[in-house]
């Protein structure tokens, strides 16, 4: 059976002092704290992934046909009519993607997602459907995959600044109401390959307060990246999602970093990558940025933004166009 690494942050000062004598933490490798009882399913070849492949796409007040008791919006209560015809399009574009992992933006929970996937596209074998979905909001981010995933981490509980911007006591403003479109989970595509995927829908919007709010949430996981670089400083990551920022923005600097481990890379910074308005993009709001190990895994020019059909009928999706990259996952 195999068995998968990754690194443990809840326990760790507690299953530190005991490495010595449990039966079930690895000592093979001393800079990360393994767990033992990660069982692979019984489904799963790891040997027939050689190489992954990730995309994202932000799909819009992408809605089901039910009206939820907990969320009151017109557009959830009552979906537009063009909802089925958007459905159909993007089931095709899914399709034709055949993405191992998908991470979607403004949908309205894993549970769709879920049942969709059942529905449309069977074949393609997604198995694992999973996010932090607001209690009273149906824009959430899900990630979708046929790649075991491990643990699932949510920065929906913590505040975050909104960096400068006083309130009306002198202190600095904080917010969490948009904190749980930003989650992490492990995936664990082999024994010797696993990497932390961190989807995010950061918020949206011009100006100081909006450009201080996304700062203060990219604070929030660049504080949660540094501490897992230090358990496993040869980790990777993967960033993916709409960040609704410009490469070049303040904010986007802030994210790739600079000093600070781990450092991110843009594999489409040389070349126009737009992804904003999909029938006639002129600007990039979305992103997967892989950070310097995991850039070492890309297979050269499969970083792209994805056009399943016509600008007309990607339109009828999403105002967004999906970004798609492949990595190698053995030596």
Same mark, same amino acid.
């Given at each position: 059976?195999?068995?998968?690494?990754?690194?443990?942050?809840?326990?760790?000062?507690?299953?530190?002092?005991?490495?010595?004598?449990?039966?079930?933490?690895?000592?093979?490798?001393?800079?990360?704290?393994?767990?033992?009882?990660?069982?692979?399913?019984?489904?799963? $070849? !790891?040997?027939?992934?050689?190489?992954?492949?990730?995309? @994202?796409? &932000?799909?819009?007040?992408? #809605? =089901?046909?039910?009206?939820?008791?907990?969320?009151?919006?017109?557009?959830?209560?009552?979906?537009?009519?063009?909802?089925?015809?958007?459905?159909?399009?993007?089931?095709?574009?899914?399709?034709?993607?055949?993405?191992?992992?998908?991470?979607?933006?403004?949908?309205?929970?894993?549970?769709?997602?879920?049942?969709?996937?059942?529905?449309?596209?069977?074949?393609?074998?997604?198995?694992?459907?999973?996010?932090?979905?607001?209690?009273?909001?149906?824009?959430?981010?899900?990630?979708?995959?046929?790649?075991?995933?491990?643990?699932?981490?949510?920065?929906?509980?913590?505040?975050?600044?909104?960096?400068?911007?006083? $309130? !009306?006591?002198?202190?600095?403003?904080?917010?969490?109401? @948009?904190? &749980?479109?930003?989650?992490? #989970? =492990?995936?664990?595509?082999?024994?010797?390959?696993?990497?932390?995927?961190?989807?995010?829908?950061?918020?949206?919007?011009?100006?100081?307060?909006?450009?201080?709010?996304?700062?203060?949430?990219?604070?929030?996981?660049?504080?949660?990246?540094?501490?897992?670089?230090?358990?496993?400083?040869?980790?990777?990551?993967?960033?993916?999602?709409?960040?609704?920022?410009?490469?070049?923005?303040?904010?986007?600097?802030?994210?790739?970093?600079?000093?600070?481990?781990?450092?991110?890379?843009?594999?489409?910074?040389?070349?126009?990558?737009?992804?904003?308005?999909?029938?006639?993009?002129?600007?990039?709001?979305?992103?997967?940025?892989?950070?310097?190990?995991?850039?070492?895994?890309?297979?050269?020019?499969?970083?792209?933004?994805?056009?399943?059909?016509?600008?007309?009928?990607?339109?009828?999706?999403?105002?967004?166009?999906?970004?798609?990259?492949?990595?190698?996952?053995?030596?």
């Amino acid at each position: 059976m195999i068995r998968f690494r990754f690194t443990i942050l809840t326990i760790l000062a507690l299953t530190l002092g005991a490495c010595s004598t449990s039966e079930h933490l690895s000592q093979t490798a001393p800079e990360i704290i393994k767990w033992e009882s990660v069982a692979t399913p019984t489904w799963y $070849d !790891d040997k027939a992934h050689d190489t992954i492949s990730v995309v @994202t796409w &932000n799909i819009e007040h992408f #809605v =089901d046909k039910f009206d939820s008791p907990y969320i009151d919006n017109d557009r959830e209560n009552n979906p537009p009519e063009d909802m089925d015809e958007r459905r159909e399009l993007f089931a095709e574009a899914i399709k034709k993607m055949d993405a191992d992992i998908v991470v979607l933006q403004e949908v309205e929970s894993a549970a769709y997602m879920q049942v969709f996937a059942e529905q449309h596209f069977p074949d393609l074998n997604y198995r694992y459907f999973t996010g932090r979905e607001s209690n009273d909001w149906y824009m959430n981010v899900v990630v979708m995959s046929r790649i075991p995933l491990g643990m699932l981490y949510s920065y929906a509980n913590p505040d975050s600044y909104i960096v400068d911007i006083m $309130d !009306d006591d002198g202190q600095v403003q904080r917010q969490n109401f @948009t904190n &749980n479109r930003m989650l992490s #989970v =492990d995936v664990l595509v082999n024994p010797d390959y696993s990497f932390l995927l961190t989807g995010l829908h950061l918020k949206a919007g011009r100006g100081e307060r909006n450009e201080n709010w996304r700062i203060g949430q990219i604070d929030l996981l660049r504080d949660h990246f540094e501490y897992l670089t230090t358990v496993h400083p040869d980790m990777r990551f993967l960033i993916a999602g709409d960040l609704n920022i410009l490469p070049g923005d303040r904010e986007f600097l802030h994210l790739l970093g600079d000093d600070d481990s781990p450092i991110f890379i843009d594999p489409l910074s040389d070349v126009d990558s737009f992804t904003h308005t999909s029938d006639n993009p002129v600007r990039q709001l979305d992103h997967l940025l892989p950070n310097e190990k995991m850039m070492e895994d890309l297979v050269p020019r499969s970083a792209e933004i994805a056009m399943p059909f016509d600008p007309e009928a990607m339109r009828k999706i999403s105002d967004h166009l999906p970004v798609i990259a492949r990595f190698v996952t053995t030596e």
